[in-house]
């Protein structure tokens, strides 16, 4: 009896502590849903009052007029930007987007504030779910006005592709691993640059799973791929993949942001992409051993579980988040397509992730810089 009754008291006395800490955990929660609505409210100003900014949009909707004809040659999708470069997912995407706003800019910009508070939403959830900020930290997502400009003025294929991303990132901090390579392979199938994340998601995916659930995933995520392809695979399947997944291509020297610096002649040889290809495996193989892998007490061999020798482990959501990060801005870093619009991706839209490592980035004042702050973080 006295030892019920002293096991009822620590229960007792528990539950009166931990709920002070459930009432202080809600707190990011609390003002991430503020900051969901203020950052509206602001969306809905930027519509009503600056200027749309005309770069893409004609070019996106003449694609999509000449896919809804029943044109299913990559080679013979144009327009006024030049050829069609994305895979099958952005023709959906847009064809559908010209469905509902009739190709109008005014209602595509609502359309696109929508999918900015999603993709703001998504965001936030990664954060508050790795405790990486305080919570009044957050604030600090709604501040960017590229990415404003990005959603609600430029109408970029990247917001779609970057939302997607979150989402799968999303699903993957809750362990939804086979759905989240779906969703990311939407992402892919909307702009190829996603493929940027896929090395981190690659080594997180040996890290917590079996082959055989790496596997299955893959083959899934490559499932997905062909199905949205397949009116251009069955038909024209060459041209098909070489424009859509162009991995070749020479970017114009005049949108470069990382090696504006270089001669064009230079910045358009090869000599160039396979030095930066050399310096860009070398930094994500000397990270992978010395950095993300090294609190596994083993070599990467050892976290493919081939014979199940090890459980499969849990990761930390930190680990989950930072990692994606990580990857990207070291792959941005050295490559020679880096844009203006591209920190919508090449940062997620995470472009305040390392609060706590502030003091490390305060140096880097050109973007390329960024990745030192990213690549040292400890957890």
Same mark, same amino acid.
């Given at each position: 009896?006295?030892?019920?009754?002293?096991?009822? %008291?620590?229960?007792?006395?528990?539950?009166?502590?931990?709920?002070?800490?459930?009432?202080?955990?809600?707190?990011?929660?609390?003002?991430?849903?503020?900051?969901?609505? $203020?950052?509206? $409210?602001?969306?809905? !100003?930027?519509?009503?009052?600056?200027?749309?900014?005309?770069?893409?949009?004609?070019?996106?909707?003449?694609?999509?007029?000449?896919?809804?004809?029943?044109?299913?040659?990559?080679?013979?999708?144009?327009?006024?930007?030049?050829?069609?470069?994305?895979? $099958?997912?952005? !023709? @959906?995407?847009?064809?559908?987007?010209?469905?509902?706003?009739?190709?109008?800019?005014?209602?595509?910009?609502?359309?696109?504030?929508?999918?900015?508070?999603?993709?703001?939403?998504?965001?936030?959830?990664?954060?508050?779910?790795?405790?990486?900020? &305080?919570?009044?930290?957050?604030?600090?997502?709604?501040?960017?006005?590229?990415?404003?400009?990005?959603?609600?003025?430029?109408?970029?294929?990247?917001?779609?592709?970057?939302?997607?991303?979150?989402?799968?990132?999303?699903?993957?901090?809750?362990?939804?691993? @086979?759905?989240?390579?779906?969703?990311?392979?939407?992402?892919?199938?909307?702009?190829?640059?996603?493929?940027?994340?896929? &090395?981190?998601?690659? !080594?997180?995916?040996?890290? %917590?799973?079996?082959?055989?659930?790496?596997?299955?995933?893959?083959?899934?995520?490559?499932?997905?791929?062909?199905?949205?392809?397949? &009116?251009?695979?069955?038909?024209?399947?060459?041209?098909?993949?070489?424009? $859509?997944?162009?991995?070749?291509?020479?970017?114009?020297?005049?949108?470069?942001?990382?090696?504006?610096?270089?001669?064009?002649?230079?910045?358009?040889?090869?000599?160039?992409?396979?030095?930066?290809?050399?310096?860009?495996?070398?930094?994500?193989?000397?990270?992978?051993?010395?950095?993300?892998?090294?609190?596994?007490?083993? @070599?990467?061999?050892?976290? !493919?579980?081939?014979?199940?020798?090890?459980?499969?482990?849990?990761?930390?959501?930190?680990?989950?988040?930072?990692?994606?990060?990580?990857?990207?801005?070291?792959?941005?870093?050295?490559?020679?397509?880096?844009?203006?619009?591209?920190?919508?991706?090449?940062?997620?839209?995470?472009?305040?992730?390392?609060?706590?490592?502030?003091?490390?980035?305060?140096?880097?004042?050109?973007?390329?810089?960024?990745?030192?702050?990213?690549?040292?973080?400890?957890?």
């Amino acid at each position: 009896m006295a030892r019920a009754e002293k096991s009822r %008291a620590a229960s007792t006395a528990s539950v009166a502590t931990e709920k002070p800490a459930r009432s202080a955990d809600r707190r990011p929660l609390y003002f991430a849903a503020f900051l969901v609505l $203020a950052d509206a $409210a602001l969306v809905a !100003l930027i519509i009503a009052f600056v200027p749309y900014t005309k770069i893409d949009w004609d070019a996106y909707m003449s694609q999509v007029d000449t896919f809804l004809e029943g044109e299913r040659d990559y080679t013979k999708i144009e327009g006024d930007t030049g050829p069609l470069v994305y895979p $099958a997912g952005f !023709l @959906y995407v847009y064809s559908a987007i010209k469905f509902l706003t009739g190709g109008q800019v005014f209602p595509a910009q609502i359309l696109f504030g929508v999918l900015y508070i999603v993709n703001l939403s998504l965001v936030l959830l990664l954060y508050v779910k790795a405790e990486v900020l &305080p919570w009044w930290a957050l604030g600090l997502l709604c501040l960017s006005k590229r990415v404003h400009s990005i959603f609600v003025l430029r109408l970029f294929n990247d917001c779609f592709a970057m939302t997607l991303l979150h989402a799968a990132m999303a699903l993957i901090i809750y362990h939804k691993w @086979y759905l989240g390579l779906i969703v990311f392979s939407g992402a892919v199938s909307v702009k190829m640059n996603v493929l940027l994340f896929a &090395p981190s998601l690659l !080594l997180l995916m040996v890290k %917590a799973m079996s082959i055989k659930g790496v596997f299955f995933a893959l083959l899934g995520a490559a499932v997905v791929q062909v199905l949205l392809g397949m &009116p251009f695979l069955l038909s024209h399947p060459v041209e098909y993949i070489s424009r $859509a997944f162009n991995l070749g291509r020479v970017f114009i020297h005049f949108w470069s942001v990382n090696f504006k610096f270089v001669p064009e002649k230079l910045f358009v040889s090869k000599e160039l992409a396979i030095a930066l290809l050399i310096l860009h495996l070398t930094t994500l193989l000397v990270f992978a051993h010395y950095k993300w892998l090294k609190y596994c007490n083993c @070599y990467v061999c050892r976290q !493919l579980h081939w014979h199940r020798v090890c459980p499969i482990i849990t990761l930390p959501i930190l680990f989950l988040v930072l990692l994606f990060i990580a990857f990207s801005v070291v792959e941005n870093t050295f490559s020679d397509t880096f844009e203006d619009h591209s920190i919508s991706r090449c940062g997620a839209l995470l472009e305040h992730l390392p609060f706590y490592c502030l003091f490390i980035t305060a140096f880097a004042i050109f973007a390329r810089l960024h990745f030192v702050g990213y690549m040292v973080f400890t957890y």
